[in-house]
């Protein structure tokens, strides 16, 4: 990243006012024309998910043929992971939500991977235990989402090894070490089990195609910080005798103090909305959260405010405002100054209850079906 740009995002670090037209420049990929859109509402019965729609998805990676393909009659499967070191936060459900609505509506398979080997590896304070207990529970908040039982599988790495293994041990011979020291910026000091991830983390990508023994396109949702990880499995596809994975690229979702993307490490806990805050949590999180609003009432009555910087409209666009209708006028009416941020902010607040209320629920529920979704064996020998 050229020192002119005020901004960093690399898969490990997000900071400053991010430029995403600069960034997809710098990472080359591909802009979600409005055309592509128009392609994916057609295929999805009419529909928009509001991820695409309000632009948070802004970003892909051979999005176009993959959609050519399904329109073709050839589906693909989704696939989306998760490194589990503690409780899921409300930006953590963006690249999963997309993931939904896109089994919901093209009727395609989910493959989530649960990387508890990989945070295991990568923080030494967690323990195997902790790192095993915080994957099953990210799992059932993931499931929860409302995934289909019957199209969704889970490789949760310490328990579905013996599936990914006969794969990974093709994809790690095609993996060298300076490729992945480049990616991933590994020191001498790097235990090795995070060396070795690399090639599980690509197994998912070429799974269905190898268990079913012929080729299925593969549509990773991810942020795009997270690019870098893909193109090394992206580098070693074809050599494997499998279609690249397509990508399509979210942006940050900004935290509630109003920093690029929600980091949560120590005191940054007040960030973000953890699915597991008490309530009275909740409310005061949001009620800290850094906004775009003016000084005083009058001036915001008189000048309006600006939804763009403010951590609150970050949330009804990335999740609490279901409709175009409604996330229209949230943003119409902050502009205008028609609406105060202390008003917003409760109605906010009224909706994130209602969503960790019915998740809850819903989190029961996906207890019941979660352990027979993990993948255990694989269908046949390498
Ligand atoms: Fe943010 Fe709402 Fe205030 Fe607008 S009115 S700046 S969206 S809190």
Request: charged share 25%; net charge neutral; glycine share 8%.
């Amino acid at each position: 990243m050229p020192e002119t740009d005020p901004f960093v995002v690399t898969p490990y670090e997000v900071k400053g006012r991010i430029d995403y037209d600069r960034l997809r420049e710098l990472f080359g990929t591909q802009a979600i024309a409005p055309e592509l859109l128009d392609r994916i509402r057609a295929l999805a019965g009419g529909e928009l998910s509001p991820l695409l729609a309000r632009g948070i998805y802004y970003s892909h990676r051979d999005l176009g043929p993959l959609l050519e393909g399904f329109a073709a009659g050839r589906p693909f499967f989704l696939y989306s992971g998760r490194g589990p070191s503690g409780p899921l936060h409300t930006s953590h459900l963006v690249s999963f939500e997309l993931c939904r609505w896109l089994q919901a509506k093209f009727g395609v398979p989910m493959y989530v991977q649960i990387t508890d080997d990989e945070k295991f590896w990568a923080r030494s304070g967690l323990s195997r235990e902790e790192t095993a207990r915080w994957g099953l529970e990210n799992l059932y908040d993931i499931l929860a989402l409302g995934f289909d039982p019957k199209r969704t599988h889970v490789f949760f790495d310490s328990r579905s090894i013996a599936a990914l293994y006969p794969l990974a041990i093709r994809a790690a011979r095609r993996i060298t070490y300076s490729s992945v020291k480049a990616v991933f910026g590994f020191e001498p000091s790097t235990n090795i089990g995070l060396v070795f991830y690399t090639a599980l983390q690509t197994v998912p990508a070429f799974w269905p195609s190898w268990s079913e023994g012929r080729s299925i396109p593969c549509l990773i949702p991810c942020g795009i910080d997270q690019d870098p990880h893909f193109r090394l499995t992206r580098d070693i596809a074809e050599g494997m005798g499998y279609p690249k994975p397509a990508l399509v690229h979210s942006r940050m979702v900004p935290g509630l103090l109003g920093e690029a993307a929600m980091s949560t490490t120590g005191s940054a806990r007040d960030n973000a909305l953890f699915l597991n805050d008490p309530p009275k949590e909740i409310d005061r999180k949001v009620r800290n959260a850094f906004t775009g609003g003016r000084a005083t009432v009058e001036e915001q009555r008189r000048l309006g405010a600006t939804p763009e910087i403010c951590s609150v409209w970050a949330l009804w666009r990335s999740r609490f405002a279901p409709t175009e209708e409604e996330f229209g006028r949230i943003t119409a009416d902050c502009r205008s100054g028609a609406l105060l941020c202390g008003d917003c902010k409760s109605a906010l607040l009224e909706r994130v209850h209602g969503f960790l209320w019915r998740h809850a629920a819903a989190r029961e529920r996906a207890k019941t079906w979660a352990e027979s979704a993990i993948v255990t064996e694989a269908p046949h020998p390498v």
